[in-house]
């Protein structure tokens, strides 16, 4: 059985974006495991590290840490495409594109 929330958190202290802003991340929780999941329509390189700061920062406001963080989108929208999946994986998460299956 699996469980998915959607995790809003306004981060006063500016650590994602450099100013005071809402913060939403998906979390599903399955087998156990809580795996943070980030849907967009096309990834840009500043995506990676914004997605990994929401995941840091949900760990620290909830104390509950997370196994995996995903990003899933249809497009990577960088003038060196190959680029952008190994930032992601260098940060410890993963880009899945439709029709992909995440890595175990």
């Known amino acids: 059985m699996s469980m998915r929330q959607r995790w809003v958190y306004f981060d006063s202290a500016s ?3 450099g100013r005071a802003s809402e913060v939403e991340l998906g979390i599903v929780v ?3 495991r809580r795996i943070a999941v980030g849907i967009t329509s ?6 990676p ?9 949900h760990a620290k ?3 509950a840490s997370l196994d995996r963080v995903l990003v899933v989108t249809p497009y990577i929208h960088d003038r060196n495409p ?3 999946p190994a930032l992601a994986k260098e940060l ?8 992909e299956a995440p890595e175990a």
């Open 82 to 84: 190959q680029y952008v």
């Open 15 to 17: 650590y994602v974006f």
């Open 49 to 57: 590290s914004a997605i990994r700061k929401k995941a840091e920062l």
């Open 61 to 63: 406001a909830t104390g």
């Open 42 to 47: 096309a990834v840009k390189r500043g995506n």
């Open 30 to 32: 399955k087998d156990g």
């Open 92 to 99: 410890g998460m993963q880009i899945v594109a439709p029709g």
